[in-house]
């Protein structure tokens, strides 16, 4: 440790906490309830991000990317989603190096009979006793956060 390093204040050290703490919480509390559909809640988040493709394709390197994962990590998660029939994996045409992680028919229904249950779990654990100026103001802050999380390197 330096002297220099500009230590987080009291209100600094107590939204870091609150947020770290609230984040891990809420998905491990999710990915219980998503449980009941035979997802954990990084299924969810690669079903969903599939979902929203017109086609319900996207290449694993955007994925990747999306989620924050490293490309083995979604190559395993994506390997063991395809043992349970909710994705495939196959070659993009024009890049043989490129894979594309597609959404299947059991995929898309087992996520179809999960999602409603789980915004009315987000609604209720996170948007519940919130105005609309705090939604607001927690949407500014998470676009913030991911501007910052652009640049690779802190100062």
Same mark, same amino acid.
């Given at each position: 440790?330096?002297?220099d390093?500009?230590?987080l204040?009291?209100? @600094?050290?107590?939204?870091? %906490?609150?947020?770290? =703490?609230?984040n891990?919480?809420?998905?491990?509390?999710l !990915?219980?309830?998503?449980?009941?559909h035979g997802?954990?809640?990084q299924?969810?988040?690669?079903?969903?991000?599939?979902?929203d493709?017109?086609?319900?394709? &996207?290449?694993?390197?955007? $994925?990747?990317?999306?989620?924050?994962? @490293?490309?083995?990590?979604l190559?395993?998660?994506?390997s +063991?989603?395809? @043992? +349970?029939? $909710?994705?495939t994996?196959?070659?993009?045409?024009?890049d043989? +190096? !490129?894979?594309?992680?597609i959404?299947t @028919?059991? !995929? &898309?229904?087992? =996520?179809?009979?999960?999602?409603?249950?789980?915004?009315?779990?987000?609604?209720?654990?996170?948007f519940?006793? =919130?105005?609309?100026?705090?939604?607001?103001?927690l949407?500014?802050?998470?676009?913030?956060?991911? %501007?910052?999380?652009?640049?690779?390197s802190p100062?």
């Open positions: 440790m330096t002297s390093t500009p230590w204040n009291e209100d @600094e050290l107590r939204a870091w %906490k609150g947020v770290s =703490l609230m891990l919480q809420l998905q491990a509390r !990915g219980r309830r998503l449980a009941v997802l954990s809640y299924d969810y988040l690669v079903l969903v991000s599939l979902s493709q017109p086609d319900g394709r &996207r290449r694993v390197t955007e $994925l990747s990317e999306e989620l924050g994962w @490293e490309k083995s990590r190559s395993h998660h994506l +063991r989603m395809c @043992e +349970r029939g $909710l994705v994996k196959e070659p993009c045409p024009s043989q +190096r !490129g894979i594309f992680a959404l @028919e059991r !995929g &898309r229904s087992t =996520l179809a009979t999960a999602a409603p249950d789980h915004v009315r779990d987000v609604r209720h654990y996170f519940r006793g =919130l105005s609309r100026a705090d939604v607001a103001a949407a500014d802050v998470a676009e913030h956060v991911m %501007k910052n999380l652009s640049d690779e100062a």
